[in-house]
Nanobody, 125 residues
Framework: QVQLVESGGGLVQPGGSLRLSCTASGFTLDNYAIGWFRQAPGKEREGVSCISRSYSSVYYPDSVKGRFNISRDNFKNTVYLQMTNLKPEDTAVYYC??????????????????WGQGTQVTVSS
């Protein structure tokens, strides 16, 4: 059974950092691209970052470039999203998702087949 479980969210002050984890089970992580998405209240879900099978990474909103870093540890079956210099506009539920077999990274959520339950990130003073 394919499962993705996010963790690491929480409440942080502006300028702070968090590291989100996405732990996979039921499949071999290194065969798939994994993406991070987020959804803020009243907004559509947006792609944040993605890492391919070959460890290439991409970041979609300009606002996170230089602040977020995605990485993967296939031995631990885990993908990480390190977030630094967090801003109130980063507040959202963050989801990780697995692409379909043979598909690479995409900012479109429809390209991803399996999703985690999400973890809340709140940036507030």
């Amino acid at each position: 059974q394919v499962q993705l479980v996010e963790s690491g969210g929480g409440l942080v002050q502006p300028g702070g950092s968090l590291r989100l984890s996405c732990t996979a089970s039921g499949f071999t992580l290194d065969n798939y691209a994994i993406g991070w998405f987020r959804q803020a209240p009243g907004k559509e879900r947006e792609g944040v970052s993605c890492i391919s099978r070959s460890y290439s990474s991409v970041y979609y909103p300009d606002s996170v470039k230089g602040r977020f870093n995605i990485s993967r540890d296939n031995f631990k079956n885990t993908v990480y999203l390190q977030m630094t210099n967090l801003k109130p506009e980063d507040t959202a539920v963050y989801y990780c998702a697995r692409a379909a077999l043979g598909y690479g990274c995409s900012r479109e959520s429809r390209s991803f087949v399996y999703w985690g339950q999400g973890t809340q990130v709140t940036v507030s003073s």
